[in-house]
DNA sequence: GTTCCCCGCGCG
DNA sequence: AAAGCGCGCGGGGAAC
């Protein structure tokens, strides 16, 4: 290695890729992009070349993507702090609005590319030495040293040369920054009391039955059904079959879904609905989910970051963003430990206040609650109509309730209405729209250009019209929320980028018997044990949680300032902290 | 036998 | 009651 001098420049960036022989090579670059050094490691040498660099110069670790490098550094002890990944941030400057010629990068391709689903680590001891083969499975962005060296020149010069740089950037870090988190998600877990979903599941089901047959509760209940029905053979896990069994009962409903059943008077109805809610807690959360998903006492599900289009993340596999309240409970903090759990109160409403500057809308949410807010400026007479006239403006919402309030929101908040009004009429008419920091929305494919087209013509029937009417509203609703929820995702990335620093710096707690797959643990430190949307969950020892629980209160303030710096808009949170999460 | 789509429902 | 946005998942059943 070329060690820099005393004083020569310290790297600002260092780049992973791999080199000959199955070796990854490391480039130290300066702030300008200038080369500095260069060394290279086998893949097991590898973690502690990395820790040496992030304990000496703390670099931005620039990499094809942190899905495929960071958790086998994990495996081996070595946490970093910032990076630059290569591939989410390909995906966010070939789209964006803001990048002026984004010709080079849309036609490097190979980059753009979503990351392949991916089965958590069940032996993360293996890690370390898969950590070449991960990086090169089938699917995968490239990650020679070139190319990715070439990639990172390539997203530097958009950047640069961008509309708003300085936006452009905050989008780079804090997208980045999730990456980190999500892996770090993903191996730390969230601390899941087996036992307490067992207890939950016995309730509700019946004492767990042996494979392959139904718990005495939903038999009980199907039971009723078939009694009610008259119809002792009717297969209740089949909607097409179901349906005609109901309609020779004389139940007319179109589906059999719960709010359309719920209309009808027929004992058959008490027994189903119990039936549906029991079948989908044991076949989306039952034993076997269990026993799939939870090890040692932690739930370790796939976050996949950039997931969504408008910059949310997805999951893959556990369905880690859909776990029903009911099974809140079974979330809970090891022994000495506690909890803290915090969600932003109607963050995206929040947002679009401060997108648009709406000094009626912030002055709405200035106390705890927005939608009490606008209650009690008079614009409506209850929290649940202020809260469906506010849905309704962020996702198009034209009947009902929603279509009756939303006017008179427009009234009341001109500036935010005319916010999401404009991109919903931009989406219509085939635009982008672009959120607050600079992910774009997709382009429209030709082909619904070409059908919008010839809708226009004279010649074209009704029916054509009316699809192409229908298509483009519907691409409207798309776009009209996608700048709230898109920058609402972007909020909440910078609020967890800036814990996770703030989390850091926590000092670690003597564990006693804490072995984890990569061998004995000694200290553990306070860390992100849970992300949806707009909420979070640290896991910290008991006598640092109120640390905690003022980390995540300063974290989402100093997100705010970056976001909107001098908007007056705040971002109150709902935060507990507890040993067992609570249902709510 | 495998693949794909729809339905219904969980989450924000 | 949903409505109006964004998702993932399991099960059934049609299509291949």
Request: charged share 20%.
């Amino acid at each position: 290695m070329t060690a820099p001098g005393p004083s020569a420049t310290p790297p600002a960036w260092c780049v992973l890729g791999h080199g000959e022989g199955g070796r990854t090579r490391l480039t130290s670059l300066g702030p300008d992009g200038a080369v500095l050094g260069q060394d290279e490691a086998d893949p097991a040498a590898l973690p502690a070349l990395v820790g040496r660099w992030e304990a000496e110069h703390s670099p931005r670790w620039v990499w094809s993507d942190a899905a495929s490098w960071y958790p086998g550094l994990l495996a081996a002890g070595v946490t970093l702090e910032r990076c630059h990944d290569l591939r989410l941030i390909h995906r966010i400057l070939a789209h964006s609005e803001l990048v002026r010629d984004a010709g080079a990068l849309r036609a490097a391709s190979d980059w753009d590319t979503p990351l392949e689903p991916r089965e958590p680590e069940r032996d993360a001891g293996a890690t370390l030495f898969d950590l070449d083969a991960a990086a090169r499975r089938p699917g995968a962005v490239p990650s020679d040293h070139a190319e990715t060296l070439a990639e990172l020149a390539r997203q530097r010069t958009a950047i640069d040369a961008a509309h708003d740089p300085a936006r452009l950037r905050l989008l780079v870090a804090a997208e980045s920054a999730g990456a980190l988190i999500a892996a770090e998600l993903q191996r730390a877990g969230i601390p899941w009391d087996v036992a307490e979903h067992d207890r939950i599941l016995t309730a509700a089901l019946g004492p767990r039955p042996s494979p392959g047959t139904p718990p005495a509760l939903m038999v009980e209940a199907a039971a009723e059904v078939r009694t009610a029905l008259d119809d002792p053979l009717v297969p209740l896990d089949s909607h097409p079959r179901l349906l005609r069994a109901l309609h020779r009962a004389g139940i007319e409903v179109s589906s059999t879904s719960q709010w359309e059943l719920q209309g009808h008077d027929h004992p058959a109805i008490a027994p189903l609905l119990r039936y549906k809610k029991m079948s989908r807690l044991l076949t989306a959360n039952g034993w076997t989910w269990l026993d799939e998903w939870v090890h040692e006492g932690r739930y370790r599900p796939v976050y996949v970051p950039g997931g969504v289009v408008t910059g949310r993340w997805a999951s893959s596999g556990g369905g880690a963003l859909q776990i029903p309240r009911q099974l809140r409970p079974a979330l809970r903090a090891d022994p000495g430990w506690r909890l803290v759990s915090a969600d932003v109160s109607q963050l995206e409403p929040r947002v679009l206040a401060a997108m648009s500057a709406d000094p009626a809308m912030i002055a709405a949410g200035a106390g705890k609650d927005l939608y009490s807010g606008i209650v009690e400026a008079g614009i409506v007479a209850t929290r649940q109509e202020a809260k469906i006239g506010v849905l309704g403006a962020l996702y198009g919402g034209t009947t009902g309730d929603s279509g009756r309030v939303v006017p008179r929101l427009r009234r009341t908040f001109p500036a935010a209405m005319a916010l999401v009004d404009g991109a919903a009429a931009t989406g219509e008419r085939g635009g982008t729209v672009t959120t607050w920091l600079g992910r774009s929305s997709p382009a429209v494919e030709e082909s619904w250009t070409a059908a919008q087209r010839s809708a226009n013509q004279p010649e074209a029937s009704a029916g054509q019209q009316e699809a192409a009417r229908r298509s483009a509203r519907d691409r409207g609703r798309f776009t009209r929320n996608f700048v709230v929820q898109g920058t609402a995702a972007e909020w909440a990335l910078s609020w967890m980028a800036a814990l996770r620093l703030r989390l850091a710096r926590f000092t670690p707690v003597p564990v006693e018997h804490a072995a984890g797959p990569s061998g004995p643990v000694f200290s553990r430190r306070a860390h992100l044990a849970f992300f949806l949307h707009d909420e979070v969950i640290v896991h910290a020892p008991a006598g640092q949680a109120e640390a905690a629980a003022a980390a995540i209160r300063e974290s989402a303030q100093a997100a705010g300032r970056l976001l909107f710096p001098g908007s007056p808009i705040d971002f109150p949170l709902d935060l507990e902290i507890s040993e067992r999460s609570a249902q709510k």
